[in-house]
C-alpha cells in the first residue's frame, strides 16, 4: 500500500484518537474502580488494528493484590494465560474477514490504592477490511466476575461508544 497524505493523515488522525481514548480509559478506570466492569478501546484502520483491554483482578481471578499462595498464583496465570491465548474467543470478528488477535503484552498493575488491574493489549490484523461488520465479544464467558464492558471504537469508518452486558452486543466499525 502506497502511503499518500490522505492516508498518513488518517493513521495520525486514528492513532491520536487511540492515545487520547487510552489516556481518558486509564483516568476514569482509575476515578472509577466498579467490580464487575471491564473497558476495552479498539482502533481500526482498514484491515488491522489493536485493541487495549482493561480489567480488575478481582473480576479475573479473584484477587487484587499480590498472589500469597501458590493456589492463588496458578489462578492469577491462568487468567493471564488465557489473555494471552484466547484473543480471537475475546474479540470476535466475522469469520469472512480472516482476522486474528495477537497478544502485544499482558501485565498485572498493582495500584497503590491496593486496586490491582490487569492490562491486555492486542495487535489486530484481518484478510478484509473490517468496516461494516460486527464486533462481538467473549470476555463474560471466558471470565464470569466481567459482567459490562465498556466499549470505545475508533475506526476509519466510525467512532462508537457501547457498554456490552453479558456478551451481548456488538460493535460495528
Do not use: N, W
Not at 492515545?19 to 481500526?44: C, D, E, K, N, P
Not at 479473584?62 to 500469597?68: I, Q, S, T, Y
Not at 486474528?100 to 495500584?111: F, G, I, M, N, S
Request: a positive charge.
Amino acid at each position: 500500500m502506497a502511503l499518500t497524505t490522505r492516508t498518513l493523515t488518517r493513521s495520525f488522525t486514528v492513532g491520536s484518537a487511540l492515545l487520547t481514548l487510552s489516556a481518558l480509559g486509564a483516568t476514569s478506570l482509575r476515578a472509577q474502580h466498579v467490580h464487575g466492569q471491564a473497558s476495552l478501546i479498539v482502533g481500526m484502520e482498514g484491515t488491522g488494528g489493536t485493541a487495549e483491554f482493561r480489567g480488575a483482578g478481582d473480576d479475573l481471578y479473584g484477587f487484587e493484590r499480590a498472589p500469597r499462595t501458590a493456589a492463588e498464583r496458578a489462578k492469577q496465570e491462568a487468567a493471564l494465560q488465557r489473555l494471552r491465548t484466547q484473543g480471537a474467543q475475546l474479540l470476535r470478528f466475522d469469520a469472512t474477514l480472516g482476522c486474528t488477535v495477537a497478544p502485544q503484552e499482558v501485565r498485572v498493575v498493582e495500584e497503590r490504592s491496593g486496586h490491582g488491574e490487569v492490562r491486555a493489549q492486542y495487535r489486530i490484523a484481518c484478510k478484509k477490511p473490517v468496516a461494516g461488520k460486527p464486533i462481538r465479544f467473549g470476555f463474560s464467558a471466558a471470565f464470569p466476575g466481567i459482567d459490562r464492558v465498556a466499549i470505545q471504537l475508533v475506526s476509519d469508518t466510525a467512532q462508537v461508544g457501547a457498554t456490552i452486558s453479558r456478551d451481548r452486543g456488538q460493535v460495528i466499525p
